[in-house]
């Protein structure tokens, strides 16, 4: 029975969504009373529990054997990602699939490659199975930016920075693949999508799939931080995502790699497919 964290969450959903259709015996966790009902019609098995709390965890995990673990990153991002770990090492599991992040460095400014890359070297310490997935940047990031771009404008700090973004349903394949196979223990996968973009060619396929004019326009730091504020968004995030804007303007996101073709046997979705089928979700933001 696999175990799945951040169900409801964007990577968590779709993957739902694929082992469901599969009928592949899976265990799904929600948080808030409710969420459970989206999982009805996928006929698979809810329970509800929390990061923060344990005990819920603890009865949420048992007689499962394979974990998915996607926590969202915060100050208490290792932390929880590691208890979770501990927990299901001490449960039995046999197998852990970890979504993570291109940038891992121990070291890095940025605050979740840093987080990240503490839990990958603990998960790698344990001597039960586990598969990490390192992905960069998703296309979907762009869907926060659907009212600039209903303007005709796309915001961006990442100069001429090229990033090859994944479609993140491209993720969750993946996820799927790695979870009910027994080629991938102990492996680690850099995924991106099928071509590195420049915020301009981002620019260029929103005009196309859209059908209007979009403008890529590079924003200052200072510019940025001031729309992030606006956003809602609390310091620690602020922060975190300018330094990952920094990092892609100074050219230090990954090369584009062909693990989602390797490891799924479908080339990764484009720029293009992604905003043809997100069309309706950027017209009606
Ligand atoms: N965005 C990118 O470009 C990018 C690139 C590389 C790697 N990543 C990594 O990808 C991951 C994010 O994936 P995602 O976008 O699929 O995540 P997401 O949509 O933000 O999902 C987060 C999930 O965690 C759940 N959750 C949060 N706090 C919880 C708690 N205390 N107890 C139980 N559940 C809780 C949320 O539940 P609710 O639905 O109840 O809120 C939701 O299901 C992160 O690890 C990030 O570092 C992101």
Redesign the pocket.
């Known amino acids: 029975m696999i175990f799945i964290t ?7 959903s779709e993957l739902c969504r694929l082992l469901a259709g599969e009928n592949i015996p899976s265990r799904v966790m929600y ?2 009373e409710g ?1 459970q009902t989206r999982f009805q019609n996928l006929s698979l098995q809810a329970v509800q529990a ?3 709390d344990a005990d819920s965890m603890q009865q949420a995990m048992q007689e499962c054997d394979k974990l998915f673990l ?4 915060d100050q208490k991002h290792a932390e929880r990602e590691i208890a979770i770990i501990d927990l299901a090492v001490s449960l039995g599991f046999q197998h852990i699939v970890k ?1 993570s ?2 940038n891992t460095n121990q070291s890095s400014k940025l605050a ?1 490659a840093r987080s ?1 890359a503490q839990i990958d070297a603990y998960l790698r310490n344990q001597s039960i199975d586990w598969t990490i997935l390192r ?4 296309m979907q ?1 762009f869907l926060e930016y659907a009212h600039p771009i209903g303007k005709g404008i796309l915001p961006h700090m990442l100069g001429e920075g090229q990033i090859g973004y994944i479609d ?1 349903r491209d993720i969750a394949l993946v996820a799927k693949h790695v979870l009910i196979q027994t080629a991938h223990t102990k492996a680690t996968y850099y995924l991106t999508g099928p071509a590195p973009m420049t915020a301009a060619q981002v620019a260029c396929e929103l005009t196309t799939g859209l059908g209007s004019a979009i403008q890529a326009v590079n924003q200052s730091e200072a510019e940025t931080r001031k729309a992030l504020v606006y956003s809602g968004l609390d310091a620690w995030h602020i922060d975190a995502l300018i330094e990952q804007f920094k990092i892609g303007a100074n050219g230090g996101e990954i090369d584009v790699t062909g693990e989602v073709a390797r490891i799924t046997g479908q080339a990764p979705r484009t720029f293009a497919q992604f905003v043809s089928e997100y069309k309706k979700q950027f017209l009606n933001h």
């Open positions: 951040a169900a409801t969450g964007s990577i968590g948080r808030r969420q929390d990061f923060d996607l926590t969202a990153p979504v992040t291109a979740y990240h992905p960069t940047g998703f990031n993140l």
